[in-house]
């Protein structure tokens, strides 16, 4: 409040000789400017994964503890920058055992490790129904949730999206070995760019209904059908629209050919010539009825524009 800003600027500007101020707020902005302008002012940024692998390799070791370079990695993403919780990972990983590994990490964490995702990814790529529903029961059968998956291959997908356009600048962009890049960039050869978006706009969205789903499983199933189906809904929806545009044009064209077509016939002819001319115009064409119509209306002599019989 504003009251409250008055007294710890008071505070601020005399402070006790022994005592030193830190304020550390999520929404710098808030803050007064009459305090921000007595402040120093620090942004701390989420850690790389490198800097956080070397802090964690610090602690390990002080503690006679051993993780290798693959399971630390692993640790330092799911942290997503922050040390504290890479920390805490590290942690519950200690707590089955001093001699961690890769594997470990991703059972303490409930993810599908590395060449699992690409696996599954091949099966997407090439269409595979059967294999992939054959993957997704083996996650199962190792204890692993769908929405953790989901979360983790819509990761993988970026991954792959990100070796398409900047194949240079993968490793630094992504924090990965050249190895590690080179993987991607082979994966994501075998799928088009406008293929790998809709996969990925399947998972991304998944993950958000299977947290109000009954049977996270089967959301996971429906959408991996849904990915590994060629024909998207984009598709249909475009058939759509082209065929209710040739049903615009030929309503147009029945328009024209009526106007261009007396109405009724003259009284001259009496009953039979209507009747005549009614059963004329039940057995021409439509198309013969246009081509008609347009070399009567055509200047040209021998207009060719349309066929002379149906």
């Known amino acids: 409040t504003k009251n409250a800003s008055n ?11 022994h005592v030193v101020f830190i304020l550390a707020t999520t929404e710098p902005q808030m ?6 302008s007595r402040c120093q002012r620090f942004e701390f940024h989420r850690l790389s994964v490198g800097d956080m692998v070397a802090s964690l390799k610090q602690n390990l070791a002080s503690i006679g503890a051993r993780i290798d370079d693959d399971g630390l990695a692993a640790i330092a993403r799911a942290a997503e920058g922050g040390m504290r919780d890479a920390l805490s990972i590290l942690d ?5 055992s001093t001699d961690v590994d890769e594997n470990l990490v991703h059972n303490v964490l409930g993810t ?18 059967a294999r992939a529903f054959a993957l997704i029961d083996q996650l199962m059968r190792d204890g692993r949730e769908p929405i953790v998956f989901s979360r983790d291959l819509s990761q993988h997908l970026r991954c792959l999206l990100m070796a398409m356009y900047c194949s240079k600048d993968l490793p630094t962009l992504l924090e990965l070995t050249q190895e590690d890049a080179e993987a991607y960039g082979q994966q994501a050869t075998g799928f088009s760019s406008e293929r790998l978006m809709r996969i990925l706009d399947i998972y991304m969205s998944v993950e958000t ?10 959301a996971l199933e429906t959408a991996t ?5 060629q024909t998207s809904d984009m598709d249909y929806t475009a058939m759509n629209e082209r065929i209710a545009e ?17 109405a009724s016939p003259r009284k ?9 001319q009614s059963q004329t115009e039940r057995v021409i064409p439509p198309v013969e009825r246009v081509a008609t119509a347009h070399r009567k209306a055509c200047p040209h002599a021998g207009c060719r524009a349309w066929p002379r019989s149906a």
């Not at 519950?92 to 089955?96: R, V």
């Open 7 to 17: 007294a710890l600027l008071k505070t601020l500007e005399e402070p006790p000789a």
């Open 209 to 218: 209904s299977m947290r109000y789903a009954a049977s996270p499983r089967l």
């Open 246 to 262: 040739m049903e615009h044009k030929l309503r147009e064209m029945e328009k024209q050919l009526a106007e261009g077509v007396p």
């Open 112 to 129: 599908a490790d590395k060449a699992f995702l690409f696996t599954f990814s091949e099966a997407l790529q090439q269409a595979d129904v």
């Open 225 to 229: 059908v849904r990915a590994c189906t």
């Open 92 to 96: 519950m990983c200690l707590g089955y």
């Open 268 to 276: 001259s002819e009496g009953k039979g010539a209507a009747k005549a």
């Open 31 to 36: 803050l007064p400017a009459t305090i921000v």
